[in-house]
């Protein structure tokens, strides 16, 4: 069945770090490819998205891109900042139906 | 716009008791789902609706039900809580295509004693 895989956290780096959490997925046909974002005590909201091979979703200086052949959307940031602690879902859509697959999330912590 | 909303935002429950967790959007979406989220499980579906008048199972749905009241509500019942449904539950939307964002609403805290 369609499966996503997400490095295990806690991520920790120190601010203005570069940011990489890697994603892999497996699913039929072609997806989109979609980051999450969950701020304490808050649900959760798109960080970007990608619909086919090759696009690059970016936002808040976050970027990932969809990579066909290796069925990979890892998520990068350049300079990481104390505000983007939070924990990152990535989540490919299923095909066939209108359902998003969840990883179990990976948890960013930033410090000054 | 007010996005999704639930309520209530926090709720505690005795073992056995029942309670309907409410999930209203506005934006007209087709779809909505109801989650859970527990430490180190991320979400795990419980049921979801692709059109108002459909419901269907997700990963999770023993011990719930739901109804798709209208396009704009989708509510949860727990007929008789139990300890292992202590979780925080999301509800969320989508306009009805896998390319579509799904928008998800602040989250349910409930406590089964």
């Known amino acids: 069945g369609n499966s996503v895989t997400q490095m295990e956290g806690p991520v920790t780096l120190s601010e203005e770090a570069f940011l990489t959490i890697n994603c892999t997925y497996t699913a039929t046909g072609y997806p989109s490819l979609f980051w999450y974002v969950q701020y304490p005590g808050e649900g959760l909201q798109l960080l970007l998205k990608a619909t086919k091979a090759d696009d690059k979703g970016s936002n808040k200086g976050f970027e990932a891109t969809y990579r066909k052949e290796t069925t990979s959307f890892h998520l990068e940031k350049g300079s990481v900042q104390v505000s983007d602690s939070a924990v990152y879902f990535c989540a490919p859509s299923n095909y066939n139906t209108d359902k998003l697959i969840f990883g179990t999330g990976t948890r960013l912590q930033v410090f000054p | 716009n007010a996005g999704v909303t639930q309520t209530p935002k926090f709720q505690v429950l005795k073992t056995g008791q029942s309670m309907t967790l409410q999930c209203a959007q506005d934006?007209?979406?087709?779809?909505m789902y109801w989650y859970r989220q527990d430490p180190g499980m991320g979400l795990r579906l419980i049921y979801y609706s692709a059109s108002e008048g459909t419901t269907d199972k997700g990963e999770v749905p023993n011990g719930y039900n739901v109804s798709r009241l209208n396009k704009r509500e989708f509510s949860l019942r727990l007929e008789s809580a139990a300890p292992s449904q202590t979780s925080v539950y999301f509800c969320?939307?989508?306009?009805?295509?896998?390319?579509?964002?799904?928008?998800f609403g602040p989250g349910t805290r409930l406590t089964v004693l």
């Open positions: 934006m007209n979406h087709n779809s």
């Open positions: 969320a939307s989508r306009r009805g295509t896998q390319q579509d964002t799904q928008y």
